[in-house]
Antibody, heavy 119, light 106 residues
C-alpha cells in the first residue's frame, strides 16, 4: 500500500524558515517524480514544485522560486521541501504527491502538513 | 504559464441530476488534463486523467471529454457522496496549474 507521510509543519514568523519532509513507502520511490502541492485556508490547490526520480531535475512555481528548494534522498525514500523567507501568504496545508502514470497527474497524496506563518 | 479557468465556481444540484463542469486552458494542452474531487479536510482524489481516462476505482458516472483548450467533467447521476469541490489541472509541462475549483452543493 502506498503511503506518503508529511511532517515538519508548524508555526513560523514571517521571514523564517521551515523544512517539510515526506516519508514514502509502498512503491519504488526512485522511479517516480515527486511534487509538493499546497492549499491555503479556504482556497484552491497550488502546485509548488517537482523533482525527477533521480533528483537531477527540479521545477518550481513562480510564487516560490528562489525561496523554496525541493530535494530527495532515494536511499531513505524521503522528499523534502526547504522553505525560506516565509510569508504570511505561505500559510497552507502542504501535500506530498506523485503520479503513477504521468508525473503531473497526481493519483497519490499524503494527508498534508499544516504551515502557519504569522507574527 | 498556462492559466486554467473553471466554471461555474459553485453549483447547486440534487441527487440524480446530471451536472457538467467546464475547464478552459489559456493554450492547447493536448489532453494533459486531470480532474480531482476534494472533500472538506481531505486530500484531493484523482478522478480522471488524460482528459477522459477514468482512474481505477472511480465510478463510471464520472466522465470527461474535450480537446485543445476546452474540457468538461460530467457526473451523469449525482449521488450523495458526490457533493464536494472539483478541480481541473493541466500537466502539459511545468508549472502545472489548477482551476479555481467548483463547489458542488445540494
Amino acid at each position: 500500500e502506498v503511503q506518503l507521510l508529511e511532517s515538519g509543519g508548524g508555526l513560523v514568523h514571517p521571514g523564517g524558515s521551515l523544512r517539510l519532509s515526506c516519508a514514502a513507502s509502498g512503491f519504488t520511490f526512485r522511479n517516480y517524480a515527486m511534487s509538493w502541492v499546497r492549499q491555503a485556508p479556504g482556497k484552491g490547490l497550488e502546485w509548488l514544485s517537482e523533482i525527477s526520480g533521480g533528483g537531477d531535475s527540479t521545477y518550481y512555481a513562480g510564487s516560490v522560486k528562489g525561496r523554496f528548494t525541493i530535494s530527495r534522498d532515494n536511499s531513505k525514500n524521503t522528499l523534502d521541501l526547504q522553505m525560506n523567507s516565509l510569508r504570511v501568504e505561505d500559510t497552507a496545508v502542504y501535500y506530498c504527491t506523485y503520479g503513477t502514470f504521468y508525473a503531473g497527474s497526481h493519483d497519490n497524496w499524503g494527508q498534508g502538513t499544516r504551515v502557519s506563518v504569522s507574527s | 504559464d498556462i492559466q486554467m479557468t473553471q466554471s461555474p465556481s459553485s453549483l447547486s444540484a440534487s441527487v440524480g441530476d446530471r451536472v457538467t463542469i467546464s475547464c478552459r486552458a489559456s493554450q492547447g494542452i493536448a489532453y494533459s488534463l486531470a480532474w480531482y474531487q476534494q472533500k472538506p479536510g481531505k486530500a484531493p482524489k484523482l478522478l480522471l486523467y488524460g482528459a477522459s481516462t477514468l482512474e481505477s476505482g472511480v465510478p463510471s458516472r464520472f466522465s470527461g471529454s474535450g480537446s485543445g483548450t476546452d474540457y468538461t467533467l460530467t457526473i451523469s447521476s449525482l449521488q450523495p457522496e458526490d457533493f464536494a469541490t472539483y478541480y481541473c489541472q493541466h500537466y502539459y509541462g511545468t508549472p502545472y496549474t489548477f482551476g479555481q475549483g467548483t463547489k458542488l452543493e445540494i
